[in-house]
């Protein structure tokens, strides 16, 4: 078993630097307009040549409601009726993408994100699925991994009912904080009973895994009233858990400000709330995966990660990074082989293009062989806080300590700072840098020193 991570207070006032989080590397700030849709036929080809198994995301943008904190692509409105020509336009662009795969091509992920996907009405979710399984070979043994995100304010027992006959086993639950004078701030009043009743449903359902969100650097949250939050959601006993950090970005992100930064936490009790929450989710058994995420041992993820076959990709970490990954709808990030692109994140031009019969990719990237090495690279930190240098060279053919010679020195100086421990042989990210694990990543990161680091946020 990986030991636990230690907390230590000066490393991380030293490496908390503003970077990636490596869904992808390269990120997607490094997309551009290159790339269209002869790039992504061609790498469709390529994937149906190679029959490799396909994992789909589809991005439903609506919310009822805003939460002032999100980052996310999304359509604010109350008219249901919204959805309708956006679930045509979407129906065309799998259409559009099935034709170029082959049948036999099976869909070991699903995952619908969002926005709110069950805004959709129940006619529609049942619409939807029902093109996609037509299009695309959705296993119907239950032994793939299809999960939704949740609003417990947006679903009940029947919309639970509805979704695991139409096959989710997973459910993703959006918490962010249970405390009302935090949800006031932040226009998202949920209460405990809604949450408890959707997990209660799930379990009742036999939902195989259930996963629950919340967000610490919230407006009106200190160290007190967040540890309320944490133990009742470890009463409520999820497989998962993910606790991001709130970065506040009111320059790119509009809703963000309608939050009075007077009331966000400082730097220090943000980071006095972090050490509290990992020690109250680690006394209660859940494992560090990495980068914000918890796992019970027995989950999944956990269990990738001590045999050293977790993976990450755009959906974070995964079991299923060998699959080629297809995202459908607004904004959606597709990575088929080498080939990241992305669909138009506006609403009016994704859904205009497909109306004209042609595909939404608006940008992307083609990998080539440097960035193909650095993501393994960058892969197996993020994933299993160790690397074998002759694992990569034998990939790749390389000398690792000749090809990285350049950045030797910065990765002597966190050895030296009890980060990782650096030999001829491998990286080993020590306990006192795993919740660092994104800043030795950016050692790695060729790209990074052309950006403002303001567009990302910072590693805690």
Request: aromatic share 8%.
């Given at each position: 078993m990986?030991?636990?991570?230690?907390?230590?207070?000066?490393?991380?006032?030293?490496?908390?630097?503003?970077?990636?989080?490596?869904?992808?590397?390269?990120?997607?700030?490094?997309?551009d307009?290159?790339?269209?849709?002869?790039?992504?036929?061609?790498?469709?080809?390529?994937?149906?040549?190679?029959?490799?198994?396909?994992?789909?995301?589809?991005?439903?943008?609506?919310?009822?409601?805003?939460?002032?904190?999100?980052?996310?692509?999304?359509?604010?409105?109350?008219?249901?009726?919204?959805?309708?020509?956006?679930?045509?336009?979407?129906?065309?662009?799998?259409?559009?993408?099935?034709?170029?795969?082959?049948?036999?091509?099976?869909?070991?992920?699903?995952?619908?994100?969002?926005?709110?996907?069950?805004?959709?009405?129940?006619?529609?979710l049942?619409?939807?699925?029902?093109?996609?399984?037509?299009?695309?070979?959705?296993?119907?043994?239950?032994?793939?991994?299809?999960?939704?995100?949740?609003?417990?304010?947006?679903?009940?027992?029947?919309?639970?009912?509805?979704?695991?006959?139409?096959?989710?086993?997973?459910?993703?639950?959006g918490?962010?904080?249970?405390?009302?004078?935090?949800?006031?701030?932040?226009?998202?009043?949920?209460?405990?009973?809604?949450?408890?009743?959707?997990?209660?449903?799930?379990?009742?359902?036999?939902?195989?895994?259930?996963?629950?969100?919340?967000?610490?650097?919230?407006?009106?949250?200190?160290?007190?009233?967040?540890?309320?939050?944490?133990?009742?959601?470890?009463?409520?006993?999820?497989?998962?858990?993910?606790?991001?950090?709130?970065?506040?970005?009111?320059?790119r992100?509009?809703?963000?400000?309608r939050?009075?930064?007077?009331?966000?936490?400082?730097?220090?009790?943000?980071?006095?709330?972090?050490?509290?929450?990992?020690?109250?989710?680690?006394?209660?058994?859940?494992?560090?995966i990495?980068?914000?995420?918890?796992?019970?041992?027995?989950?999944?993820?956990a269990?990738?990660?001590?045999?050293?076959?977790l993976?990450?990709?755009?959906?974070?970490?995964?079991?299923?990074?060998?699959?080629?990954?297809?995202?459908?709808?607004?904004?959606?990030?597709?990575?088929?082989?080498?080939?990241?692109?992305?669909?138009?994140?506006?609403?009016?031009?994704?859904?205009?293009?497909?109306?004209?019969?042609?595909?939404?990719?608006?940008?992307?990237?083609?990998?080539?062989?440097?960035?193909?090495?650095?993501?393994?690279?960058?892969?197996?930190?993020?994933?299993?806080?160790?690397?074998e240098?002759?694992?990569?060279?034998?990939?790749?053919?390389?000398?690792?300590?000749?090809?990285f010679?350049?950045?030797?020195?910065?990765?002597?100086?966190?050895?030296?700072?009890?980060?990782?421990?650096?030999?001829?042989?491998?990286?080993?990210?020590?306990?006192?840098?795993?919740?660092?694990?994104?800043?030795?990543?950016?050692?790695?990161?060729?790209?990074?020193?052309?950006?403002?680091?303001?567009?990302f946020?910072?590693?805690?």
């Amino acid at each position: 078993m990986l030991d636990a991570i230690r907390w230590d207070t000066d490393l991380i006032r030293r490496y908390d630097l503003a970077g990636p989080r490596y869904t992808s590397y390269p990120t997607a700030a490094q997309f551009d307009g290159q790339v269209g849709t002869f790039d992504l036929f061609h790498a469709l080809r390529d994937s149906r040549k190679a029959l490799r198994p396909l994992s789909l995301y589809v991005h439903v943008p609506f919310c009822a409601n805003i939460c002032y904190y999100c980052a996310c692509n999304k359509v604010i409105t109350k008219d249901r009726g919204r959805a309708q020509p956006y679930l045509q336009r979407l129906e065309q662009e799998i259409q559009l993408i099935a034709c170029h795969l082959d049948p036999a091509q099976k869909v070991e992920q699903l995952h619908f994100g969002g926005g709110t996907p069950t805004f959709l009405s129940h006619d529609e979710l049942r619409q939807l699925m029902a093109q996609l399984r037509k299009n695309f070979n959705l296993l119907d043994d239950d032994s793939g991994d299809y999960g939704i995100e949740i609003d417990p304010r947006e679903a009940d027992w029947s919309t639970m009912g509805l979704l695991r006959e139409l096959g989710f086993n997973r459910v993703s639950i959006g918490l962010q904080d249970l405390d009302p004078a935090v949800q006031r701030a932040v226009n998202r009043l949920q209460s405990l009973e809604e949450t408890r009743a959707v997990i209660d449903a799930a379990r009742t359902l036999q939902f195989r895994s259930i996963n629950i969100d919340l967000i610490y650097g919230l407006p009106r949250q200190t160290p007190e009233n967040f540890a309320r939050t944490v133990d009742e959601v470890i009463n409520l006993q999820p497989d998962r858990l993910s606790v991001f950090n709130y970065a506040h970005l009111p320059e790119r992100f509009m809703p963000q400000r309608r939050i009075n930064s007077d009331e966000l936490p400082t730097p220090a009790q943000k980071l006095e709330i972090l050490q509290g929450t990992i020690e109250q989710l680690t006394q209660a058994g859940y494992r560090y995966i990495g980068m914000d995420h918890f796992a019970l041992p027995d989950d999944e993820l956990a269990i990738a990660q001590e045999e050293s076959t977790l993976q990450r990709n755009f959906q974070g970490y995964t079991t299923h990074g060998h699959c080629d990954l297809i995202g459908l709808g607004v904004s959606a990030i597709s990575q088929i082989g080498d080939l990241y692109c992305q669909n138009s994140s506006d609403l009016n031009q994704y859904q205009n293009t497909l109306a004209s019969a042609q595909l939404a990719t608006s940008r992307g990237l083609l990998c080539n062989a440097d960035d193909r090495l650095r993501r393994a690279v960058i892969q197996q930190l993020i994933c299993n806080f160790s690397l074998e240098f002759a694992e990569i060279e034998h990939a790749f053919n390389i000398d690792f300590q000749g090809y990285f010679g350049e950045l030797w020195p910065q990765l002597q100086g966190m050895a030296e700072d009890g980060l990782i421990e650096l030999d001829n042989e491998r990286i080993t990210v020590l306990p006192a840098g795993r919740l660092l694990v994104r800043s030795v990543c950016m050692v790695f990161d060729a790209y990074l020193e052309q950006h403002n680091r303001q567009r990302f946020s910072r590693v805690i």
